[in-house]
C-alpha cells in the first residue's frame, strides 16, 4: 500500500537538507525528524506495511569503495522498501582500476539518471566532495576516521527506544576514539539531544583535546562503570592504526573488554551497544554480547529503519 500518514507529511515538510554528510551539520531538531521518521516506519512494518511506494521511479547508487556488510545491505533494503530502484558499485572491478578519477566516476554514474548516491570511503570528505560535484542527494555512509551518521543515529534511536530520552542519560563511547568515525558521529548525535558523553579506553586512543567537542574523557572503566546507562563498546580498528598504540589485545580485552564479571558493577538496567563487527572476545565476551543487556541486535534491526527515514526525507523527488 502505498500512503504516507500525517506525521510523515509533517516531518517532510519541515526538512530542509539536501545532503546526510554528518552529525556534527544536523541541528537536534533535524536529529530527531530523523528519528521519529524512523519510529513511523516501525510502526507502519509493525501494522504489516514494509513495502512501501514512497521512492518509487527513483534510483538509489551504492557507491562502497570500502568493505561493508550491515551498512550496505541495509542501505539496499532500505531503498527496496520504499519502492526505490537499486544500482550496487564495487571499486574492485571498475574503470577505478583503469584511472579514471573518483569524481568522473561517480558523475558517470550519476548521468545514468541517479537521484541518491550513497558512499563510503576511506578518505575523510569524501562524501563533501560528491556534494560539491554532483546534482544528486548524498549520504555519507562512512568517510574514513571523520563520520558515520546513520550509525550513530540507530545507536541514538535504539537508546531513545528504550529509554524514551536521551536527555540526561550518561552514555560511554569505549575502545578506539582516535581511529572511530562511530565514535564522532555519536559525541555530535548525543551531545546535541542531551546525553553525558564520556569517552574511554587507553590514553594512546583518545584524540588531544577531544573534550572541546563537549565530553568527558576515562582512562579508567571500571571507575565509571557504576556511572554509565549505556555503553557503546567501539571495535579497535586494526586496519586504520598503526601498531603498538597498546600493549596487547590481551591487556586491552582486560582493561576495556565487557564481561560478565565486569558487568556485574554496572547499572542493573545498563545498555550495551556495539556498532559491529565485534571482536568476540576482545571488546565484548559471548556471554555480555548474547545476553540480556546487549541490544546489539536491535541495533542492526533499527539501521534498517534509519536509512529509510534518510533516504526518504533526503530524496529531492519527495516533496510533499
Known amino acids: 500500500m502505498n500512503f504516507v500518514t500525517d506525521t510523515d507529511n509533517s516531518i517532510k515538510k519541515r526538512w530542509t537538507k539536501r545532503h546526510l554528510l554528518g552529525l556534527e551539520y544536523l541541528s537536534a531538531d533535524e536529529i530527531t525528524m530523523i528519528l521519529d ?22 534510483v ?6 570500502e568493505p561493508s556488510t550491515r551498512t550496505r545491505t541495509s542501505f539496499g533494503l532500505a531503498a527496496k522498501r520504499l519502492s526505490a530502484d537499486i544500482v550496487e558499485f564495487s571499486a574492485a572491478g571498475s574503470s577505478l582500476v583503469k584511472g579514471e578519477t573518483f569524481i568522473d566516476t561517480a558523475r558517470n554514474i550519476e548521468a ?3 537521484d541518491q548516491v550513497v558512499v563510503r570511503h576511506s578518505t575523510p570528505g569524501a562524501p563533501h566532495l560528491l556534494a560539491q560535484n ?34 540526561g542519560l550518561t552514555v560511554a563511547l569505549v575502545g578506539d576514539i582516535s581511529h572511530s568515525r562511530v565514535a564522532r558521529s555519536n559525541i555530535w548525535g548525543l551531545t546535541k539531544l542531551g546525553a553525558r558523553v564520556i569517552v574511554c579506553g587507553p590514553a594512546t586512543l583518545i584524540p588531544q583535546h577531544v573534550e572541546k567537542l563537549g565530553v568527558e574523557v576515562a582512562t579508567d572503566l571500571d571507575k565509571i562503570l557504576p556511572e554509565l546507562d549505556c ?47 565485534i571482536n568476540r572476545g576482545v571488546e565484548i565476551t559471548p556471554d555480555v554480547a548474547d545476553g540480556g543487556h546487549s541490544v546489539i541486535l536491535d541495533q542492526v534491526t533499527n539501521g534498517l529503519l534509519i536509512r529509510m527515514a534518510c533516504l526518504y526525507l533526503l530524496n529531492p523527488k519527495n516533496s510533499p
Do not use: C, W
Open 134 to 167: 554532483l546534482n544528486t542527494s548524498v549520504l555519507n555512509a562512512g568517510d574514513g576516521t571523520h563520520e558515520h551518521p546513520t550509525q550513530a543515529l540507530l545507536d541514538i534511536f535504539t537508546i531513545r527506544e528504550h529509554r524514551g530520552t536521551l536527555q
Open 112 to 114: 545514468m539518471g541517479v
Open 37 to 58: 521518521q524512523a519510529a513511523e516506519f516501525k510502526r507502519l512494518a509493525a501494522q504489516g506495511e514494509t513495502k512501501l511506494g514512497l521512492l518509487r521511479g527513483t
Open 60 to 65: 538509489v547508487a551504492n557507491l562502497f569503495f
Open 231 to 277: 555503553i557503546n563498546l567501539l571495535r579497535i580498528q586494526f586496519e586504520r592504526q598503526r601498531s603498538g598504540l597498546f600493549p596487547s589485545i590481551a591487556e586491552y580485552a582486560h582493561l576495556f573488554g565487557m564481561n560478565g564479571e565486569r558487568l556485574k558493577t554496572a547499572k542493573d538496567d545498563v545498555m550495551i551497544l556495539a556498532p559491529g563487527p
